[in-house]
């Protein structure tokens, strides 16, 4: 397919330079450029740092997209546990740099050291089921991150 087929908001922008795209359409434009390339592997870094929940939301829907329809494996690093599990086959969960656990979303997301690190401390139930659309969380605040005090 097209990259624009995956992202039609960016087509309809074209004639405009990419400075002046809001936030969630330059994340979209980043991730475009990468698949110009016709990687076997796109790797990105906090795709939805700072965006909107509903940019989040179809940003995520069209990385599953890319998943399913092109075959193309993603190597993600994203706090926003919750878009991710709805996305991820696999899942390595990092606490001060290192590897806490790892495993499919349904087991990590009963996982308490998970719940502690990622989930406000509580059982959170997210369905992981990849019909779902993506689930936007709300970004952490730095001071309820896990790690050192800040």
Sequence with gaps: AQIMEYFPRLAQRLDQPAGTLSGGEQQMLAVGRGLMAQPSVLILDEPSLGLAPRVIREIFATLARLRSDEGLAILLVEQNVRAVFKI?????????????????????????????????????????????EPEAAAPAKPESLPGPAR
């Design 88 to 132: 991820a086959d696999h899942a390595y969960v990092m606490d001060r740099g290192r590897v806490l656990t790892e495993g499919g979303p349904t087991a990590l997301l009963d996982d308490e050291r998970v719940q502690q690190a990622y989930l406000g401390g509580g059982y959170v139930r997210v369905s992981v089921d990849p019909a779902d």
